[in-house]
């Protein structure tokens, strides 16, 4: 018996929702009313109950004809059958992103950005942060009395502790100016 397990490429990352998980649920309410009014005609059959919900249904939709506002309402409703089957065939987007190592480590895209958030703090010299992040890129915005200086620090600290995730970093430097201080 081969005990061989499959190699980290091989194995699927976290994905979000599918766009159509809500309709599982509709279509479980759907049924247990078909369900309920099954239960309720038979019961009128073997003369439990007196009346048929189904019955009189049928009675009152009896001799209708067909409106014309029914072909617009068919078109409407074929055009959302096809987006709900669009919406179940989407694939899931992904998430997370893939940590290089030899652990199975997947982190999401604001988690990176805390990291670079508290790699950029750490540096001495820099008097404000601000990080923004998606899958791809990491964006850090750093506030120094003397930016020049402390742009490769916040550059080096940040890729450093990103080391490993497959994002671009961007560090840009601004110079910090204190409230009330004079230019």
């Known amino acids: 018996m081969s005990t061989t397990q499959p190699s980290r490429s091989d ?12 309709l599982g649920p509709l279509v479980a309410l759907v049924m247990i009313a078909v369900g309920v009014l099954l239960v309720q ?15 009189s249904i049928l009675t009152t939709v009896d001799g209708l004809t ?19 089957l669009l919406a179940a065939l989407k694939p899931r987007r992904r998430t997370h992103l893939r940590v290089e190592g030899d652990a199975d480590l997947w982190i999401t895209p604001s988690a990176l950005t805390a990291l670079a958030r508290e ?8 008097a404000r942060v601000s990080v923004s992040g998606s899958r791809s890129t990491v964006k850090v915005r750093a506030a120094a009395e003397h930016p020049d200086t402390v742009a490769p620090a916040v550059q080096e600290a940040v890729s450093s ?3 490993g995730a497959d994002v671009r970093v961007s560090v840009r430097t601004t110079r910090y100016r204190p409230e009330g201080a004079e230019l």
């Not at 073997?46 to 009346?51: D, P, Q």
């Not at 790699?119 to 820099?126: F, L, M, Q, R, S």
Request: net charge positive; hydrophobic share 60%.
């Open 11 to 22: 194995l699927p990352g976290p994905r979000a929702r599918p766009a159509a998980g809500w």
């Open 41 to 55: 005609e038979a019961l009128a059959r073997w003369g439990v109950v007196a009346t048929s919900w189904l019955g």
């Open 66 to 84: 067909a409106g014309t506002w029914t072909v617009p309402a068919g078109v409407v409703l074929v055009l959302l059958g096809l987006l709900v």
């Open 119 to 126: 790699a950029a703090e750490a540096v001495p010299g820099v």
């Open 161 to 163: 502790r990103l080391e």
